[in-house]
């Protein structure tokens, strides 16, 4: 099951990336959206958040920030949860850039803090491939 679960995650981003920099990213992020659903039918506490922090990317990409702040806190409190605190940094990242304002300086603060802490170089870098999705159209 760990094996499946992080391939249905890398196979979950790598959709929604590509569907970032896609001329049609339809099919890209229905595919994305598949893979989260499969990761969502694990059942497992570490395979949820990895479908919601996919969920979120697609979201964003179709323009829905409000679904796609809802998935990053779906996501960012479950990788909490299970010490994935890779994924809730990046997540905290991307929530930041969405929420604005104070909620979202806190949300940067404590990611990057994160970052700080793990030597990241390239936040963004990082962030991309954890969370992607959340690109300029």
């Not at 760990?2 to 229905?30: M, N, Q, T, Y």
């Not at 890779?86 to 930041?96: I, Q, T, Y």
Request: a positive charge.
């Amino acid at each position: 099951q760990p094996r499946r679960i992080e391939s249905l995650s890398l196979s979950a981003r790598a959709a929604v990336h590509a569907a970032g920099e896609a001329l049609d990213p339809k099919p890209l992020l229905a595919a994305a959206e598949g893979y989260a659903r499969r990761l969502h039918a694990e059942r497992t506490a570490w395979a949820t958040p990895l479908a919601e922090l996919a969920l979120a990317g697609v979201a964003a990409l179709r323009g829905d920030t409000d679904r796609a702040a809802g998935a990053l806190s779906r996501g960012i409190t479950g990788a909490d949860a299970n010490d994935m605190t890779a994924f809730a940094a990046a997540g905290r990242w991307r929530l930041a850039a969405l929420l604005g304002g104070d909620a979202g300086a806190d949300q940067r603060r404590r990611a990057d803090a994160w970052m700080t802490a793990h030597s990241v170089r390239d936040p963004e870098r990082v962030v991309e491939c954890f969370v992607p999705g959340f690109v300029p159209r």
